[in-house]
């Protein structure tokens, strides 16, 4: 009985083996997308378990240390206060000389801060799940930053999460000015597994 299961076990691994080879691109990319949603429950579970590991870090931090930290943290705040209401004034000047040219206004941005949840292994540089979806205003085609610049766009959106095409996805196409010679053109990752660092000054 034990040998007739196993056998039964095996036959059906390998026929789910052989319809993954066989199915296209698309199905393929769906078919793992299916797979990743399952997860989600388990990315929250380590996000809640990090914050539980920062709060005990923290209650064990001696008092010395955190009394420093607060001390940095109000001085950096007043440095950005300051810088702040510079860029402010900058903003009003740059929207009254638009004005006087009969330009038209840029758009404003609201950005909102996210967290990255899960990621493939086999192809982390492609893409990435972050813990913000529809009911928090996330639309397709929405640009992803972070401190350093662009990073992505979403590319799909459910109602608790989305999913991001970072630079190095084929499917993640950028309109881009090369910084040096001011020429345009648009960004695209090949179409290759192997991952190449190579920046460009942009």
């Known amino acids: 009985m034990n040998k007739r299961a196993y056998v039964i076990a095996s036959s059906l691994v390998l026929l789910l083996a052989a ?9 393929s990319a769906r078919l793992k997308r299916t797979f990743s949603s399952f997860f989600i429950p388990l990315f929250s ?7 539980v ?13 955190l009394l420093q930290e607060l001390h940095d943290l109000k001085q950096s705040n007043q440095l950005l206060r300051l810088q702040l209401a510079q860029n402010q004034n900058l903003t009003q000047e740059n929207v009254n000389l638009r004005k006087q040219l009969k330009l038209l206004p840029k758009a404003e941005w609201n950005p909102r801060l996210t967290r990255i949840v899960g ?25 992803v930053l972070a401190a350093e610049g662009l990073v992505g766009r979403v ?4 109602p608790h999460r989305s999913r991001v095409a970072l630079l190095g996805d084929p499917a993640c196409r950028i309109s881009v000015t090369v910084k040096a ?22």
């Open 181 to 202: 010679t001011g020429e345009s053109g648009v960004l695209n990752a090949g179409g290759g597994t192997v991952f190449n660092p190579t920046l460009v000054d942009l």
């Open 155 to 158: 590319q799909e959106v459910h």
């Open 45 to 51: 579970l380590q996000k809640g378990m990090e914050q």
């Open 53 to 65: 590991g920062d709060l005990i870090s923290d209650n064990g931090t001696p008092r010395k240390v």
């Open 19 to 27: 319809v993954c080879l066989n199915l296209s691109s698309d199905s």
């Open 119 to 143: 990621r493939d292994p086999a192809n982390w540089w492609r893409s990435a799940q972050i813990d913000l979806g529809s009911m928090d205003g996330v639309k397709v085609d929405m640009p």
